[in-house]
């Protein structure tokens, strides 16, 4: 019997929100937010720097009891006090079964996280310490060695410390996890990731936030674009 989703549905309480002209409401991908229905496999979030991603994600991961700096849900510190209060006004709908593994990873914080590990030496399902690792090798031993499958896993930007290649990688290691009977989240800025088939993508920007095929999301597009004809592109953009 399938078990996922996990997380079915996640709802803002729109009737609790007494100023929409501040942070995050001020947002307008927020702004307009009533619900978000999530796919059992993989929901990507994509959107423009600055659209909402990561105020998102972290919201939700800390509505299922994440820390705001990511790791495990055990994982209970932060380094600083810019979390935004859009926690506070979500609503998760849930499956009917949980998950046995969990993990936020936030690439921007995940230095802090791994320091926090080395302290309580508790480093051993990451594959050894990883500072001792580059943080795109770090990162890939969350996803292949760390993550246990059964998981309801959130990713803000898993690429950015990743090459192409590892970005294949990576899209490789979140397969496997979903054929483990995962349920995987992700912001994203990457073209080679959001190729995944067996997701729905939604695209945050002026208009709210709107499911988009891959093939019209801006990451495909003007990598596209550029790749086609990158001569010709560098012609334009330079001598502009
Ligand atoms: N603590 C905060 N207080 C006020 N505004 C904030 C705070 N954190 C983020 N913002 C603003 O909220 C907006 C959304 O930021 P967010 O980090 O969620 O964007 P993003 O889509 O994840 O961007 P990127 O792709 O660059 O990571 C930005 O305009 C940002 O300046």
Redesign the pocket.
Known sequence: MNRKPYLIEVQVAREKIDDFNE??FD?PAIKNLSSIRFHEDVTFFV??????????IEAIALSLGFGPEGGTRNVQFSTHN?T?KLVDYLRLIRGYKSPDDYYFLSTESFYNVATYMEQINYIKGYGGSPHTKSHGESILAVLTKKLQGNGLYIFD?PEAALSPARQLTALAAINQLVQKNSQVII?T?SPILLAYPNAVIYQ?DENGITEISYQDTPQYQITKGFLNDYKRMINILLEG
Do not use: D, F, Q, V
Not at 47 to 55: P, R, V
């Open positions: 942070y995050p947002i959107g423009e720097n600055g659209a909402g991603k990561s105020t998102l810019n935004s930007e912001a800025h945050l």
